[in-house]
């Protein structure tokens, strides 16, 4: 879970108005709904700079005049409860940040460093083969540390490829 920034410097700042927010290149909506009121999270990915990307979730919701509000605390982890998740991680390396609709769960890979001595130095973390998750219950996203892979990347085996082991193959392979 320290792997998450949502409290680092930099981002302590809630911004709560349409006016002011933090942005991102937005690729996935989720709708959800809770006791009438429709919560949209957005999960987003930012090209930091030429060490680091982040990917961002938040909570977008609207008030009674109609205008957008971000920011809402709607993201439980353990005892800390935030508006906005950040995951920084190294330029290089790839996240998987996405809703499985299968199983109504928020998917992550979990990021970690190489080394103990890279702890907190972003621009090497990755992903380290496992993951993690949110579920949404009760008007909040309530994190899930270290769920199975195949709810995590909704495998389906292909029922070819045992059909094609039990061929005779070439002995050139």
């Known amino acids: 879970m320290d792997d998450k920034k949502c409290d680092d410097e930099g981002f302590k700042r809630h911004y709560m108005t349409n006016s002011e927010w933090f942005g991102a290149l937005y690729y996935e909506l989720i709708t959800t709904k809770w006791n009438s009121r429709t919560y949209y999270t957005l999960i987003g990915w930012d090209g930091a700079d030429f060490l680091i990307n982040r990917k961002v979730i938040e909570?977008?919701?609207?008030?009674?005049?109609?205008?957008?509000t971000f920011g809402q605390k709607s993201f439980k982890m353990d005892k800390l409860t935030t508006g906005r998740l950040v995951f920084e991680y190294a330029d290089r390396a790839t996240m998987l940040l996405r809703y499985n609709e299968k199983h109504e769960i928020l998917v992550m890979d979990h990021l970690s460093p190489p080394e103990q001595k890279y702890k907190g130095l972003y621009q090497y973390y990755g992903p380290d083969f496992s993951y993690d998750g949110l579920k949404f219950r009760a008007g909040r996203w309530y994190f899930l540390n270290d769920i199975d892979p195949e709810k995590a990347i909704n495998f389906k085996r292909d029922p070819h490829i045992n059909s094609l082991s039990r061929r005779v193959a070439s002995g050139s392979f």
């Open 59 to 68: 909570v977008l919701t609207f008030d009674r005049r109609g205008m957008p």
